[in-house]
């Protein structure tokens, strides 16, 4: 997902683009993607070489810091929060290939690994890269940390 009011989003990454490479380095997986982003100082211009429709595409991305991002924060030191209890549930099946770059409550941007299939389904001429699976149109609430967020 790309939420549309982080940088990501307001730079024009989109859902169904995947990434290739990041400032020249290729970009073989979802945690490796996250790493990179997580290794670059905030408020820096990243490239991400896109391929888009089977186009080549280049998008520079500045990146956000996730310590001045909208968050809540309790005034009171004696907040306490008690989950309740959760009902049983069926079991059902999770595609593994999904990754969550920074979790979508942080930056909007979900990507899954491509997959061959995927790359001959999006025109990817290279063997590797990640997808981005789906826009987020509004702004989420984001979790105090350190680090970027995109």
């Known amino acids: ?5 982080a940088p990501a989003g307001k730079a024009g990454l989109k859902e169904h683009d995947v990434i290739l490479t990041m400032n020249g380095a290729n970009v073989d997986s979802g945690a490796q993607l996250r790493r990179m982003i997580r290794e670059t100082p905030p408020g820096r211009v990243v490239g991400f070489g896109v ?3 089977g186009q080549p595409v280049t ?3 500045p990146l956000a810091d996730r310590r001045k991002s909208v968050a809540y924060t309790p005034r009171s030191k004696d907040f306490k929060f008690e989950m309740p209890p959760m009902p049983p549930m ?3 099946d999770v595609p593994v290939s999904v990754v969550v770059v920074h979790s979508s409550m942080r930056s909007g941007l979900m990507v899954e690994n491509i997959t061959p299939q ?3 389904f999006f025109g990817v001429k290279t063997g590797t890269g990640v997808l981005i699976r789906s826009v987020e149109k509004a702004a989420v609430l984001r979790n105090p940390g350190s680090g970027r967020a995109m």
């Open 1 to 5: 997902m790309v939420d549309q009011d």
């Open 90 to 92: 069926p079991g059902f």
């Open 59 to 61: 998008i520079k991305v």
């Open 51 to 53: 391929s888009r429709d």
């Open 118 to 120: 995927l790359r001959e």
